[in-house]
């Protein structure tokens, strides 16, 4: 059993950057590849990046390449999602989940977080 936590959500102004982290507080990330995935008001859940359990691998939604990077310290049990040139569109609720198959694919985790807020408005 993972239980995760989000941390680092808030207000910014487009162009800003934010840095989530995905926290493992009960039981550890080993093992788990690790996905964060956004939800806009009256919009459906959507992929933005994964981290494999190594750290290796790394895939990420094209909404987001070039702007976001996801990344581990498998020895502080943490994930986090750099989000840098932040746009209104990216304001959404962002959940991390862990499971064992690599995958873009909602029912491929097994864990949820219960997500942080990022708002991006002038």
């Known amino acids: 059993q993972v239980s995760l936590e989000e941390s680092g959500g808030g207000l910014v102004r487009p162009g800003d950057s934010l840095r989530l982290s995905c926290a493992a507080s009960?039981?550890?990330?080993?093992?788990?590849?690790v996905g964060w995935f956004r939800q806009a008001p009256g919009k459906e859940q959507e992929f933005v990046a994964l981290?494999?359990?190594?750290?290796?691998?790394?895939t990420y939604a094209d909404s987001v390449k070039g702007r976001f990077t996801i990344s581990r310290d498998n020895a502080k049990n943490t994930v986090a999602l750099q989000m840098d040139s932040l746009k209104p569109e990216d304001t959404a609720d962002y959940s991390c989940?862990?499971?064992?198959?690599?995958?873009?694919?909602?029912?491929?985790?097994?864990?949820w977080g219960q997500g942080t807020q990022v708002t991006v408005s002038s």
């Open positions: 981290i494999s359990w190594s750290g290796a691998s790394t």
């Open positions: 989940a862990a499971g064992q198959v690599y995958g873009r694919r909602r029912d491929t985790y097994q864990y």
């Open positions: 009960k039981g550890t990330f080993s093992g788990y590849n």
